[in-house]
């Protein structure tokens, strides 16, 4: 029988291999799991709607319907969409899940649900895991803009991202999806927003909050690339992925979100625009969103652009020259090239447009066509806030 110093001794070292402080900080890099293949725009804009509880727009509502979800794409030319591998229990089972700064919850495909909504995707099994535990009568409901939606139970287990462990992570498995997650091409999603709005019935922590005080800094930075895959960095700010200094403002965390307020906007050369803008910072979120006034002016810009109710948003000629806009954000201009904002193509020669307008969000939503642009600090701190620099050329 072991003594009680042996035992002492293995319960210090399992401690210090799930909860132990970095000293670095680590890097989680991102994959292509689907080249060849975008969510459509229409399909894009009607899953932001959901996501967020607002009521879509009918000429959103019925793209999405008439939409089959995909379009076809040359990843040279256009985003594939980029994930990360999670690592869930013991032994591990790995999942690609995407990494959203606009939601709380970690939940996954498992076993749980029918074999046959299972298909085309990696499965968590907590039969397989010897550290899985029931958290007993805990459920979890999400749903989405485009109707989609997921609910099941949850189990604790351990969750490594990167060179982060931590033991007894709340894990949402769905034993119920709609068909538009069967066809999605992550096995889940790793919340990084705010506790408040995780939406298991007994409320749980993100792993960001369980793991932030084993970090260096209470940070994580995204560098979102375009055409390639790009990174996370969590505990440190690599400063060789950003050139001159960070700007930084605070953020409103009532809602939930990494918000802030932006204060205006300039179409490629135009004179800057100052207006107050009500925004989240949002990698789940792909499409930039932005008051009326604003695309508005931006598609002015563009030749032949013009607001298609056929697909619930602005397209243009795929050939048409596109303008940057840039975006003021407390004493910084942060600008998006315009080769950015051809999202993908619709059909034939005609492409949507990766700018559309926050109509009935409440809100506008700098998501991955802006993020992409810039090297993003997001700074989980007792007083949050946003840091964004331009990266190197």
Partial sequence: MPSLTQIGVAAALLSLAVSSPFKQGFTVHQTVHRPGFLTSGPALMAKTYTKFGKEMPPDVSNAAA????TVAADPTQYD???LESVQVGTPAQTLNLDFDTG??????????LPASEQTGHSIYSPSKSSTAKVLS????SISYGDGSSASGNVYTDKVAVGA??????AVELAQKISSEFQSDSSDGLLGLAFDSINTVSTPQKTFFSNIKSTLPSPVFTANLKKGTPGSYNFGYIDSSEYTGSITYVNVKTSNGFWEFTGNG???GSGAFTSSSIDAIADTGTTLLYLPQAAVTAYYAKVSGAKYNSAQGGYTFACSATLPSITLGIGSGKFTVPGSYINYAPVSGSTCFGGIQANTGIGFSIYGDIFLKSQFVVFNGAATPQLGFAAKPT
Wanted: proline share 0%; net charge negative.
């Fill in 265 to 267: 906007y300039a179409v």
């Fill in 103 to 112: 939601s709380s919850d970690l939940w996954v495909f498992s076993s749980e």
């Fill in 164 to 169: 982060s462990v931590f033991a007894t992570q």
């Fill in 80 to 82: 594939s969409e980029y």
């Fill in 137 to 140: 009568g805990a459920t979890w």
């Fill in 66 to 69: 008439t939409s089959d979800g």
